[in-house]
């Protein structure tokens, strides 16, 4: 199993482009997460789902949109990036309500310029 | 306000020496603590959760609900504990989405 993946790794924007975060995982997991992680702010919520088909905000959604149309994906979109943006992106998942634990992806770093 | 916090950004010992990572959280109800680390080039992991009480490469850590906090302990530090640190925790009765609050992490900084 290749667990939590996240495509790309790497990216360099310029303000005001847009791009997609994909995370995908082969656990079967019912609940997947969208993290930032910045220095010294800890990894801070941005979206989540439940399920396939919802989606709901996090701590600090604002800028970004997520999508959960099959259940092994979850879509993290910057419509328009800004410079605030620029930060290491972890994907989770979870295996349902009764489970505590959750799975990270390597993380993505993206740096809008 | 749902918080968790971490004072120290480096905690550096030798090899051998004990170490105790701080961790104190604002919550009103009874949540869900857990400690996940991250080690060099490697993906954010589980390393334990209060509700197990149990003792994961020589760490424990014991929820105290008087002083609010959650500290993770080793007795004796090895060079391959050199890692990063986060406290989380879990709200409960948030229609179990699972969502965690993470601390601003503590690098540990295991020296020979």
């Known amino acids: 199993n290749a667990g939590v993946t996240q495509t790309p790794k790497f990216r360099v924007l310029k303000t005001g482009q847009s791009m997609t975060l994909l995370c995908a995982q082969d656990?079967?997991?019912?609940?997947m997460y969208w993290y930032r992680q910045d220095p010294g702010m800890g990894l801070r919520l941005i979206h989540y789902s439940v399920g396939e088909g919802t989606t709901a905000k996090g701590e600090v959604p604002d800028g970004y949109n997520v999508s959960r149309l099959k259940k092994q994906n979850f879509l993290l979109g910057l419509e328009s990036a800004a410079p605030s943006q620029t930060s290491v992106y972890f994907c989770a998942s979870k295996r349902g309500a009764a489970y505590n634990e959750q799975f990270f992806g390597p993380g993505t770093r993206l740096t809008v310029l | 306000a749902q918080r968790v916090t971490q004072p120290e950004k480096l905690l550096s010992v030798f090899k051998g020496a004990p170490v105790e990572l701080k961790c104190n959280y604002s919550?009103?109800?009874?949540?869900?603590l857990f400690w996940y680390v991250q080690y060099s080039r490697q993906r954010l992991q589980l390393l334990l959760r209060h509700i197990s009480r149990e003792s994961i490469k020589g760490f424990t850590a014991d929820l105290n609900k008087g002083e609010t906090s959650f500290h993770l302990k080793k007795p004796f530090a090895q060079e391959e504990d050199s890692a990063m640190y986060y406290c989380?925790?879990?709200?409960?009765?948030?229609?179990?989405?699972?969502?965690?609050?993470f601390g601003q992490g503590t690098t540990l900084q295991v020296k020979p």
């Open positions: 919550y009103s109800g009874s949540p869900e």
């Open positions: 989380a925790l879990s709200p409960y009765g948030s229609s179990n989405t699972g969502k965690l609050i």
């Open positions: 656990m079967n997991h019912e609940y």
